[in-house]
């Protein structure tokens, strides 16, 4: 794995914004094509090999939590347990996921999954692949991330309801909304009829139970970029439960447990001294350098990182009365003061690309950059 240093497109801006691709700068520059992470070969499988196994274990986790009843960890509420159980048995449709990856040494070490609401699959999928194509056609890349997600809508098709799948996210947030609208049009191209609704837009239907749109028509299938663990706060979390329909919510509700950093703990648990997980607990016990986490944080919030006893880094945030655990501290790779994680997707079942957010600091927050990779 090599930083590179690399010419910039001469229009690039005007490049990534025909893709539609409007957030690639504002105070600080989130694209950066100077520079790029190459990979070989054999390095790429082994980041494919780690994060089809990681999958593997995760679901194996999922029904560990489930048999022993573990949600007092994860802060579920109880009421929302029979659902969330229910869309476990039930298999209801998953389509996406993002691990967040240490590639050090030769070693790869899974931080996190981000299971329920990931984002930057729109410049994992197709800004750095459209980079590498006008930059550096002769190399490769691991990306299939675009294929892979019309491959998987079109699997899930016959498993929707009728009607057409909406897709939401929140007003006024330009990110969240770019990459619900690259998932519609993945859809789209999968031949499922698709609509749009801001997530603030969705109403209900006392009477006969069930979400409506503006028009007052039925909502039967919906793909959402909203963090479970906000809606079950909200009166949506109810009206999911009293739903007449049994709205099909993508993510399913289940990703709940794979989604909160408490299951970093039942992990190494089930599956001790893997080489690719790190310690985990819900206290520090004997760990003297750890990455203190809020089990619900989000972007890089309220993370404290300790070595040998003494902080090293932390970061501010809204997050930590839901409570903590305890991760041995594997620090990123350093190239020249600069620190690249790897987040590598799992597409249906299958691994399918990777996406690299580069910081100043060894905290991975939202300011922290967007770098494309290559294969060579």
Known sequence: MQRLQVKPRR????????????????????????????????????????????????????????????????????????????????????????????????????????ADTPTTVFEAGIVQWFWLQDRFPEADQFNSIHEKLIEYWKRLRPHLQQGPLYFTCVQDNIEDFTTVQYMRDCATQAGIDTAFIYIEDIGWNEDQKHFVDMNNQPIGNVFK?????????????????????????????????????????????????????????FEPKHLSSYARKPILSREGANIKLVKNAELLEETDGEYGEEGYIYQALFELPEYEGYYPLIGSWIIGQEPAGIGIREADRLITDNKSRFVPHLIR
Request: glycine share 4%; with cysteine; aromatic share 16%.
């Open 225 to 281: 970029l909203y963090p479970y663990e906000w809606m079950l706060q909200e009166d949506f979390g109810r009206f999911m439960i009293q739903d007449s329909m049994e709205c099909i919510w993508i993510e399913p509700l289940w990703k709940m447990i794979l989604s909160n950093k408490a299951v970093l703990p039942i992990l190494w648990e089930l599956f001790p001294n893997h080489p690719l997980l790190l310690e985990a607990y």
């Open 11 to 114: 229009f690039w801006r005007q490049r990534v914004e025909q893709m539609g691709f409007g957030f690639h700068s504002t105070d600080i520059p989130y694209w950066d094509e100077s520079i790029c992470y190459q990979f070989s070969m054999e390095q790429i499988e082994a980041l494919e090999n780690a994060t089809a196994e990681l999958w593997e274990m995760c679901l194996k986790a999922v029904q560990a939590v489930i048999d022993r009843q573990l949600y007092n960890l994860f802060e579920i509420p109880t009421w929302a347990i029979p659902q969330l159980e229910k869309s476990w048995n039930d298999d209801l449709p998953s389509i996406y996921g993002r691990f967040d990856l240490v590639y050090k040494d030769g070693q790869i070490k899974m931080l996190e999954f981000n």
